[in-house]
């Protein structure tokens, strides 16, 4: 079995091929069960996420949420992946679950964005300063021509660093605190906090704006306000996010959306199954809630293996010739 470190996955998951992986998976399809949680006494919580695909790959992710690691100076998530063949069930990788996580949903917002954001945009505002907001603007960047990046984060100063390391990758990023005004000029809105309370706010989306809704990924979380959902064509990653998101339930809850008027799921959008499965207007707003599915951790892992193996095997010294013996 394989171990593959943090630095290796990373650069195994360049957006563009990622993106191109949870494409072909979305069409292809696997079988994703619900995840498994588990509380651990007081200390914790433990999510299981499996996903196979007959005949192929198994995958299987472990997260351990420990609120309280903060107090001793420790990340309060850990993930590890675990990948096997399928059909015997050997194991064949175990690879860093933090950034198959991180990645992979910048990814699909990516993904999403593909479809969904209006081909020309080119100013995108990233709300947030954390792991996967540090990601967005190269994941939007691998399908949008993103010209300017704007930094929103509750911390003024964590944005500004957000904002820098962004300019030392050669995007021209700023960062603002000026929430409304931001919102109001960006073609792209993608939210990526832990925020309890709608931040953005409907009546500030341009037409033609698309919102990305990464947090929110329980019933208590809550980015955007019900008016995001009232102005929007509203789209998931997976139907799961109607029964988990606080952001649809509360715009459920105050009569500003209903299950019905959902206009489809990424798989939708992937396989292109009528035209209401994209933009259908410039002037038109767009909105696509995540909340994480097994399917794009699979995708990732499956990457990383590949891509791992296929270098090893070209990088492998050839076979001596061997010399016929002397007569």
């Known amino acids: 079995m394989r171990i593959i470190d943090s630095e290796t996955t990373r650069r195994r998951l360049a957006f563009p091929p990622l993106i191109a ?14 995840r498994h949680t ?24 472990t997260v351990t949420i420990f609120p309280g690691n903060s107090a001793l100076g420790k990340p309060g998530l850990h993930s590890t992946y675990l990948l096997f063949d ?11 679950g933090n950034e198959i996580t991180s990645r992979r949903t910048a990814a ?8 969904l954001a209006r081909a020309d945009a080119s100013r995108l ?36 660093a957000l904002a820098a390391s962004l300019r030392a990758n050669g995007f ?19 939210c990526a906090t832990l925020s309890t309370a709608p931040l953005i706010r409907g009546e500030w989306l341009q037409p033609g704006a698309h919102l990305d809704l990464i947090g929110s990924f329980t019933p208590q979380m809550r980015e955007a306000d019900a008016a995001c959902f009232a102005r929007a064509r509203v789209f998931v990653d997976t139907t799961e996010a109607l029964a988990k998101s606080g952001d649809v339930l509360g715009a459920i809850a105050e009569g500003a959306f209903e299950a019905s008027a959902l206009q489809g799921t990424l798989a939708d959008l992937c396989h292109g199954h009528s035209a209401q499965h994209a933009r259908q207007a410039a002037d038109e707003i767009t909105l696509f809630k995540s909340v994480g599915t097994a399917l794009e951790d699979l ?17 492998s010294p050839l076979p001596r010739r061997q010399e016929p013996p002397p007569p």
């Open 21 to 34: 992986a949870l494409r072909s998976l979305f069409v292809a399809d696997c079988e994703v069960p619900l």
């Open 38 to 61: 588990h509380r651990i006494a007081e200390a914790g919580t433990v999510l299981l996420m499996p996903a196979w695909r007959v005949g192929a790959r198994l995958g299987i992710k």
């Open 86 to 96: 399928a059909t015997t069930g050997e194991p064949l990788a175990q690879i860093d």
């Open 108 to 115: 699909a917002s990516a993904l999403a964005a593909s479809y």
């Open 125 to 160: 505002l990233i709300v947030g300063a954390g792991r996967v907001a540090a990601l967005m603007a190269g994941a939007m960047a691998a399908v949008r021509p993103i010209e300017q990046v704007s930094v929103w984060n509750r911390s003024p100063a964590s944005a500004e």
């Open 172 to 190: 021209e990023a700023q960062a603002t605190t000026d929430l409304k005004a931001a919102v109001h000029q960006a073609h792209i809105v993608s």
């Open 299 to 315: 995708a990732a892992a499956e990457l990383v293996f590949d891509s791992t193996t296929a270098d090893d095997s070209l990088s």
